[in-house]
């Protein structure tokens, strides 16, 4: 066993760069969106990305009963979007959290987002805190090429 400080892990995690996504599911009228980090391109062909989503999530419920998500990514100016979806969703008549949504093949997505990537889980590794849904990219939309919104930018750490 290691004996590794705590402290010393957890500024070396806090030194892996990361963007800032949303991430969106539904299953019959139940609709989950999240602000998520831990993002990775997988593979080029076929295209896929590796997701870890928090296990006592609703997205994390929602996308494993489903299969499928939307994950958008955010402009550097997104900031106070992306903190929008840390807390529990709620949703009312086309707003998520406050935020406009539409339904694209029935799942939500968040047309004030510059892209956005269709999903479909592949595999699900269910160890630790935040499993990693290993997922091939369906479609994709891209509405307005912008600087993408990074975690070490917002002031704001996720990982250690």
């Not at 030194?15 to 998520?36: P, Q, R």
């Not at 989503?53 to 994950?71: A, M, Q």
């Not at 912008?146 to 996720?158: C, D, H, Q």
Request: hydrophobic share 35%; net charge neutral.
């Amino acid at each position: 066993m290691s004996s590794m400080d705590s402290e010393t892990r957890k500024t070396a995690l806090r030194m892996f760069t990361y963007g800032v996504y949303i991430l969106t599911s539904k299953m019959g009228s139940e609709i989950s969106a999240s602000t998520v980090t831990w993002v990775s391109q997988a593979s080029f062909d076929p295209p896929m990305l590796s997701v870890c989503i928090k296990r006592d999530s609703g997205s994390y419920k929602l996308v494993k009963e489903r299969g499928e998500f939307l994950l958008h990514i955010l402009g550097k100016n997104q900031k106070d979007l992306a903190a929008t979806f840390f807390k529990r969703t709620e949703v009312e008549i086309n707003l998520i959290n406050g935020v406009q949504y539409e339904l694209l093949n029935d799942l939500p997505c968040i047309p004030s987002t510059p892209a956005h990537l269709h999903c479909y889980v592949q595999k699900i590794i269910e160890e630790g805190d935040h499993p990693l849904f290993l997922s091939t990219v369906n479609d994709v939309a891209v509405r307005e090429k912008n600087t993408p919104l990074e975690l070490r930018k917002t002031g704001w750490s996720y990982g250690g």
